[in-house]
């Protein structure tokens, strides 16, 4: 294999001999070190074949012995740069090809996260960013100590982690401890409210009421002391918990105009798409842009060839055009808009139920009002810590 | 029992440095050393150059002679001053002279 791709790069030429004393010519050729190789007898005589450099030294053999040397073919890199050296195009693309491939292999290409469970990629890739590694990083500019050290600061939950360049894949190894669970503190405390209402229910863990069910209570109030007095008449400080319903009462209005002004989406949607370099980001269309008005979706996409992912990723923008449209709504219509409303509202805290909700609506000067009055219970203990000592 | 065993070495090594010329031999070209792979390969060190070649004969000549190489397609792969490799279906190999 090797003594091949050696003859390919200096040209072998093969040719044919033909004489009386065809023999002797390969005698003398060997006898004075040109290489002969793959001789095979032809009638007559003989092909073989030679280096280029050797073939111009037969000559004198050739008269020697009176035999007939001609040229059967000629293969190898001599003869392919000389048929294409007119062809600068095309040696210029094969070297920039090389060139490319090289360069590619010293950029990060993909990266690969293995072992987090508890801290999300997006997170740790965020910190490898603010080190400098992302897709299409300089290998040599990264520190990979550096890097992995970075991690285990940003995350307490990293016990170990360590990134490896492989290739153009950098690995990036972490080892997470297990979730502990912290244990509860026992400082001393109180429990006040965190919002003002009526107590409606009250259980009391630890620590000495202060108000009781049917209460009403400030937001800030103490509700539960840790400050106990034991029977012996010693004041013993405790770490109070306890769980306070509280109920109150909340107004919320909605209002929900009967002409509205809507962006309506047009025909014509267009697809722009952006190639990300690094930071580096170029637009792939020539001209146009994205409309005043219009719907617009952002995507990413890693680009790949053959299964492997480039270190660029091609960002799209679809872009739909949008129309303003003025359109009267009905009655009915506005008053499902505003119980949708209405519904968000009261999702937006988990934490408190809806024990009773009235709900009013009017239509008043081409608008829908709608106003609920709702009724919410939720607990509001708040531990608030004793500050010994004015600490 | 102690004569035997002292015979035994003394051929042992007896054959050692007859080994030893010969290859001596073979080093300073006096000899011709032929290797064949099964019957598809030869290399033949030593040979003096070609006295015949066609396809199906290749006759060498050597320090002690000619050698004769008979077979099918027979085809020189490779050729230095004093060695070479032969290719091809080897039907037989024959000392001439």
């Known amino acids: 294999m090797l003594v091949n791709i050696l003859r390919f790069v200096r040209g072998t030429v093969t040719f044919e001999v033909r004489g009386d004393f ?48 001609r040229v059967v073919k000629r ?40 072992g987090n469970h508890l801290v999300p990629d997006d997170d740790i890739l965020q910190t490898l960013e603010e080190g400098g590694l992302v897709r299409g990083s ?114 919320k209005t909605v209002t929900v105009s009967l002409t509205q002004t809507l962006k309506v989406p047009d025909s014509g949607m267009v697809n722009l798409r952006y190639l990300n370099l690094g930071k580096l980001r170029i637009p792939l269309f020539l001209a146009g842009g994205k409309p005043q008005l219009c719907f617009e979706r952002v995507f990413e996409r890693p680009v790949r060839l053959f299964g492997i992912t480039l270190p660029f990723d091609l960002t799209i923008h679809q872009v739909i055009p949008a129309t303003q449209q003025t359109v009267t709504l009905t009655a009915e219509k506005a008053a499902q808009l505003a119980e949708s409303e209405l519904l968000s509202f009261e999702r937006q805290t988990p934490e408190r139920t809806v024990v009773s909700r009235k709900i009013k609506s009017s239509v008043r000067d081409n608008q829908l009002v709608m106003t609920a009055e709702y009724v919410f219970q939720e607990d509001a203990a708040q531990q608030e810590e004793i500050l010994l000592n004015g600490q | ?45 030593g040979c003096k150059g070609i006295v015949e070649y066609n396809d199906s004969t290749v006759r060498l000549n050597t320090a002690a002679g000619q050698i004769r190489f008979s077979g099918r397609s ?15 279906y080897i039907l037989g190999l024959e000392y001439c002279s």
């Not at chain 1, 008269?63 to 007939?68: A, E, I, N, P």
């Not at chain 1, 094969?94 to 990266?111: M, P, T």
């Not at chain 1, 919002?195 to 409606?200: C, L, S």
């Not at chain 2, 020189?76 to 004093?82: F, G, L, N, S």
Request: positive net charge; contains cysteine; glycine residues 8%.
């Open chain 1, 138 to 251: 300089w290998k040599k500019s990264l520190d990979v100590n550096d890097l992995a050290m970075r991690l285990r600061e940003a995350y307490p939950q990293i016990i170990w982690s360590a990134v490896n360049l492989v290739g153009s894949v950098a690995e990036v190894e972490i080892s997470e401890q297990a979730e502990v669970e912290q244990p509860e503190s026992t400082d001393p405390c109180n429990v006040v409210a965190s919002r003002a209402g009526q107590i409606v229910r009250m259980e009391v863990y630890d620590g000495q009421a202060v108000l009781q069910k049917g209460d009403a209570v400030q937001k800030g109030q103490l509700v539960v002391s840790g400050v106990v007095k034991s029977t012996k008449g010693i004041t013993i400080l405790r770490h109070a918990s306890a769980q306070v319903l509280v109920e109150y009462s909340e107004q």
């Open chain 2, 74 to 88: 027979l085809q020189i792969a490779c050729m230095t001053e004093d060695s070479m490799i032969l290719r091809g």
């Open chain 1, 75 to 114: 293969q190898g890199l001599p003869f392919l740069m000389r048929r294409y050296s007119k062809r600068m195009g095309l040696i210029v693309g094969i070297a920039l090809f090389i060139l490319c491939i090289n360069l590619s292999g010293g950029f990060v290409w993909e990266i690969q996260l293995n």
């Open chain 1, 22 to 69: 065809a023999e002797r010519f390969l005698n003398l050729l060997g006898r004075n070190g040109i290489p002969v190789f793959y001789t095979q007898w032809s009638d007559g005589g003989f092909v073989a074949q030679t280096t280029v450099k050797s073939y111009f030294r037969i000559r004198p053999y050739v008269r020697r012995t009176h035999v007939r040397v």
């Open chain 2, 1 to 45: 029992m102690k004569t035997r065993t002292k015979e035994r070495k003394g051929n042992a090594e007896l054959s050692k440095h007859k080994e030893a010329v010969t290859l001596g031999n073979v080093i300073a070209n006096q000899e011709i050393h032929i290797e064949l792979n099964g019957n598809r390969e030869a290399l033949v060190d």
